[in-house]
């Protein structure tokens, strides 16, 4: 490899500065999602709280769409590697994403390898909030530049 990555590098960071009510609401329009838990304040002040998911202080806050959640991530990477860099890309959802919270995409290299004549990096990848936690988390294959 020619490349000065190592195992155990980081990825530069990704910085939602506060997730969106607003782009909740397009989102579900978009996606024709009717689930009100992604744009009406009162049906989430209607959920049973303080489960492993959903936290205690959840209030009046919507909840981020799984999508959303993603495209933090992958623009992480797409600011990193470029638009075309992802070749493998998977994520589990332990926990919610809130309207309002700040959250930080981050990620780390795990192995380096060769594969059809591309330079691949093996990584693990997930969205952190300061008081919550890892929030979505992954791992994704990506073409180093």
Known sequence: MSNNYKVGDSIPEWVMESVSAERMRTMAAILRDPNPLHWDREAVANLNVGSATLPASLGKRT????????????????????????????M????VV???????????????REENNLQLADCDIWLEHAERGSLLIGKATVQLQ
């Open 92 to 95: 589990t959802f332990p926990q």
């Open 98 to 112: 809130l309207d309002e919270d700040r959250v930080i995409a981050k990620g780390t290299i795990t192995a380096l």
């Open 63 to 90: 909840i981020n769409q799984g999508p959303l959640g993603l495209s933090y991530m992958i623009n992480m990477l797409h600011e990193w590697m470029g638009p075309e860099c992802i070749k493998r890309f998977y």
